[in-house]
């Protein structure tokens, strides 16, 4: 949630330090101010026009889609404390109309202001970029965070084929024992049904995760495919 991107940003920057203009090394950074130039302009022309909808989807965006899924992905290992300060300072003052409580309780933490939120102006935000060379970030980083997902989705396929086989075998087992005939006449009639009735949620546990499987495997099958 917000408090979790804030949280994190909050631990990386320096001290005391204001943002105010941050050298725009990486592609990363060129990446994120301009999409907060550029969002800053659509959100503020949305808000001019009574088209709250439209700024809210350009705000989530914004916070969740570029910044905590790519900047901040970015960031844990090159970091930029001062881009990543102006990046949230930013950010929580365009989200303020919207999350009021939210965004006044994180400018709170911000170690470098003693004012409300309330009270501060709308941003202006015209950071110089390069889109050449945004996009070739932007690219890179989806990449990389598809290489991750798909790493984790191989993890939990694996995962789940171990239970499968699992319950394949319960499924075999419980199979052979009702095959025979002398456990059927002997068996009381109660261990009978009790053996029946774990045969039936067994066969229902493989079907459940030969699904999952395959709905796991899908979006990596439909890449390979492209």
Do not use: C
């Not at 004012?115 to 945004?134: C, F, G, R």
């Not at 699992?166 to 499924?171: G, M, S």
């Not at 049904?193 to 990596?220: C, G, M, T, W, Y």
Request: glycine fraction near 0%; hydrophobic fraction near 45%; aromatic fraction near 8%.
């Amino acid at each position: 949630n917000l408090w979790h991107v804030a949280r994190f940003a909050l631990s990386k920057m320096p001290a005391n330090s204001p943002p105010t203009s941050p050298q725009l090394t990486p592609n990363a950074d060129l990446y994120m101010a301009r999409e907060l130039t550029e969002t800053n302009k659509l959100v503020t022309k949305a808000i001019e026009a009574y088209r709250f909808s439209e700024a809210g989807q350009a705000l989530y965006s914004l916070l969740w889609d570029k910044f905590a899924d790519r900047y901040i992905e970015y960031s844990k290992s090159n970091l930029n404390p001062d881009m990543l300060a102006l990046s949230l300072e930013t950010i929580l003052r365009m989200l303020h109309p919207i999350a009021p409580f939210v965004t006044e309780a994180l400018w709170q933490e911000l170690p470098w202001t003693d004012s409300q939120i309330m009270t501060e102006q709308w941003p202006n935000t015209a950071l110089a970029y390069d889109s050449a060379k945004a996009d070739k970030f932007e690219r890179e980083i989806i990449e990389v965070l598809a290489q991750k997902a798909a790493g984790e989705t191989e993890q939990q396929s694996k995962a789940l084929a171990r239970e499968l086989a699992l319950k394949e075998n319960a499924v075999h087992l419980s199979e052979q024992k009702l095959a025979s005939e002398a456990f059927v006449a002997n068996a009381p009639e109660a261990v009978v049904a009790a053996e029946r009735k774990r045969l039936e949620d067994a066969k229902i546990a493989v079907k459940e995760l030969q699904d999952s499987i395959h709905l796991l495997n899908k979006p990596l099958e439909d890449k390979a495919t492209t």
